[in-house]
């Protein structure tokens, strides 16, 4: 959770969340387990298929098998690294970002999520970003006129809600992220509407 009170120009580090990790395992085990049990049953039993004890008996030891070795997989990964940063200077990803993504870059900060799935947060890019901010960029709208667009999942995030990130970057965005054009009074950049984007970017 996001203690934006704590100090304000502290430098705050996110990590993924264990448990998230842990019921993707879980899905691609079971997922694998599936694949395999069809074509082993392909291969004995043809078209046919395998007698319902003969199915419960390799089903069950796959399922086991394969949920613990993805488990056993995610256990042995280093999630102790920070795979956000938000500061004072601006926006890292070390994951996927060769350098800092500075506030002066962002245009807009907003939430997106359609259909039932989970809210993530899109930080709209300025229109005038210098050629070396274009490699952080991780995702672009679908649409042909949308803008380009770096998107986050805190539902990934370890111990991390989505409004109290969302709060966090609007205020470091406001104190940090102004730049001569808009000191100067100059029109904003268009608004951007969640209705234009259609999936998360991993």
Same mark, same amino acid.
């Given at each position: 959770?996001?203690?934006?009170?704590?100090?304000?120009?502290?430098?705050?580090?996110?990590?993924?969340?264990?448990?998230?990790?842990?019921?993707?395992?879980?899905?691609?085990?079971?997922?694998?387990?599936?694949?395999?049990?069809?074509?082993?049953?392909?291969?004995?039993?043809?078209?046919?298929?395998?007698?319902?004890?003969? =199915?419960?008996?390799?089903?069950?030891?796959?399922?086991?098998?394969?949920?613990?070795?993805?488990?056993?997989?995610?256990?042995?990964?280093?999630?102790?690294?920070?795979?956000?940063?938000?500061?004072?200077?601006?926006?890292?990803?070390?994951?996927?970002?060769?350098?800092?993504?500075?506030?002066?870059?962002?245009?807009?900060?907003?939430?997106?999520?359609?259909?039932?799935?989970?809210?993530?947060?899109?930080?709209?890019?300025?229109?005038?970003?210098?050629?070396?901010?274009?490699?952080?960029?991780?995702? +672009?709208?679908?649409?042909?006129?949308?803008?380009?667009?770096? +998107?986050?999942?805190?539902?990934?995030?370890?111990?991390?809600?989505?409004?109290?990130?969302? +709060?966090?970057?609007? =205020?470091?965005?406001?104190?940090?992220?102004?730049?001569?054009?808009?000191?100067?009074?100059?029109?904003?950049?268009?608004?951007?509407?969640?209705?234009?984007?259609?999936?998360?970017?991993?």
């Amino acid at each position: 959770m996001v203690d934006s009170a704590s100090s304000e120009h502290a430098e705050f580090e996110f990590f993924h969340s264990v448990r998230v990790f842990y019921v993707l395992a879980v899905a691609c085990g079971i997922a694998l387990c599936y694949c395999l049990f069809q074509l082993v049953e392909i291969f004995f039993a043809g078209r046919e298929g395998l007698a319902p004890l003969t =199915r419960a008996a390799i089903l069950i030891p796959l399922v086991v098998g394969c949920s613990s070795l993805a488990m056993f997989c995610v256990s042995r990964m280093n999630l102790q690294k920070a795979v956000l940063i938000i500061s004072p200077a601006g926006i890292w990803m070390p994951a996927t970002m060769p350098q800092l993504l500075p506030w002066t870059s962002v245009s807009q900060i907003m939430l997106f999520g359609e259909y039932g799935s989970p809210k993530n947060i899109a930080v709209i890019l300025r229109d005038s970003l210098d050629p070396g901010t274009h490699p952080q960029v991780t995702k +672009v709208s679908p649409g042909r006129s949308g803008p380009q667009s770096l +998107v986050l999942s805190p539902a990934l995030l370890r111990n991390t809600k989505t409004d109290d990130l969302l +709060v966090l970057m609007k =205020r470091y965005h406001k104190k940090f992220g102004r730049t001569p054009d808009a000191d100067s009074g100059a029109p904003d950049q268009p608004t951007f509407h969640s209705s234009g984007w259609t999936g998360i970017e991993e």
